[in-house]
Nanobody, 115 residues
């Protein structure tokens, strides 16, 4: 069973930066899109950013101008560069890949931003 492995989370002060990475345990083909979601305590999981195989990207309003998603569809790797982090960005961040009609999820990586 394919697993997505996230890395790069941690504790950072407000205004700092982190870079999340996600790679699968084995090759995934026919990828439609890759993205990042987050879930804060007491809240539902929500999309943060996504990148389509066409190269198009989308962001939730609260991270526009601060976060950048990038991906290598050939290597099945997706990144999330997070700058100017705020305490409200604190959450568990999950990688997600949609391919061949199947959705794959990572186990999540904790991002904590202190004020």
């Amino acid at each position: 069973q394919v697993q997505l492995v996230e890395s790069g989370g941690g504790l950072v002060q407000a205004g700092g930066s982190l870079r999340l990475s996600c790679t699968p345990s084995e090759d995934i083909f026919d990828i439609l899109a890759m993205g990042w979601y987050r879930q804060a305590p007491g809240e539902e999981r929500a999309v943060v950013a996504a990148i389509h195989s066409s190269g198009a990207t989308t962001y939730t309003d609260s991270v526009k101008g601060r976060f950048t998603i990038s991906g290598d569809f050939a290597k099945t790797t997706v990144y999330l560069q997070m700058n100017s982090l705020k305490p409200e960005d604190t959450a568990i961040y999950y990688c997600a890949i949609t391919a061949g009609g199947i959705g794959y999820w990572g186990q999540g990586t904790q991002v904590t931003v202190s004020s």
